[in-house]
């Protein structure tokens, strides 16, 4: 798909990318239930994950020219962007790392989870990066109410992802003998979603302070914020599109 500055077409491409990837999402769950093949979850996984850093995360604007001297906005938008990238790509490593303790304590084996609540979650996050990125694309073409009532949206939608990972699926989990303190298996799903919901919960913060910038009118001209606030979103979401196949669906579940 191109690079396109047109509305329509951004727009369009939001929905392109946000169907490949429910799609994507009920394959992995299909096959996780039917066959539970590592090697194709692993590459559903990665795909998903390239679909959003490409497309949502703007990843390539990295290399865009930037005109004006180094006192332009567009040129300290582009300074702003590398170091934003730079401390998502040392946090990615925070993430790695978890990834990695689940995998050596676990292995092929992984928590008895509700499958449902988890394919639940999974899809409002999902759905919440759409409308973060019709958010994004609308204060990018002038249109600020749009961008308020998705933006709005998104932070609903997070809002009932942290809710439903914290006040649903933890308090099942504990109910169920995953316990933080008892044996690896709840030592690994505790700090690894308890990590991610630390970072949507400051994803939300972040989100409400671009909200209430917007209806103020400060991003009409100058809109960046909006776009560091979208890609740290974006990369919430690149988590756990990791995270959902490694704690509810590789590997054979402990009863």
């Not at 798909?1 to 929905?15: D, F, I």
């Not at 539970?36 to 290399?63: D, E, F, P, Q, R």
């Amino acid at each position: 798909m191109a690079h396109t500055q047109n509305k329509r077409s951004m727009l369009n491409q939001g929905v392109f990318i946000f169907v490949y990837l429910a799609v994507l999402t009920v394959l992995e769950f299909l096959v996780a239930l039917s066959f539970n093949s590592t090697a194709v979850l692993v590459a559903v996984a990665l795909v998903k994950g390239a679909l959003v850093v490409y497309y949502y995360m703007h990843i390539y604007k990295l290399n865009a020219e930037h005109e004006g001297d180094h006192h332009s906005y567009e040129y300290k938008s582009g300074t702003n962007r590398v170091g934003l990238w730079l401390f998502l790509v040392s946090d990615s490593f925070v993430f790695g790392g978890l990834l990695v303790m689940r995998m050596n304590l676990l292995g092929l084996t992984r928590p008895h989870l509700d499958q449902t609540l988890g394919l639940f979650v999974t899809a409002i996050l999902l759905i919440s990066s759409f409308f973060m990125n019709r958010g994004e694309t609308m204060i990018a073409n002038g249109d600020r109410r749009g961008f308020l009532a998705n933006t709005l949206i998104t932070f609903l939608l997070g809002l009932g992802f942290l809710i439903g990972v914290v006040f649903v699926e933890w308090p099942n989990a504990i109910h169920e003998g995953i316990k933080p303190d008892n044996g690896p298996a709840g030592a690994a799903f505790f700090m690894m979603t308890g990590m991610h919901a630390f970072h949507v919960f400051t994803g939300l913060i972040f989100l409400a302070i671009v909200w209430f910038n917007g209806r103020r009118g400060l991003y009409d001209e100058k809109h960046y914020p909006v776009e560091a606030a979208a890609v740290y979103w974006h990369f919430v979401d690149v988590v756990w599109i990791v995270f959902y196949p490694a704690l509810y669906l590789v590997g054979t579940a402990i009863v």
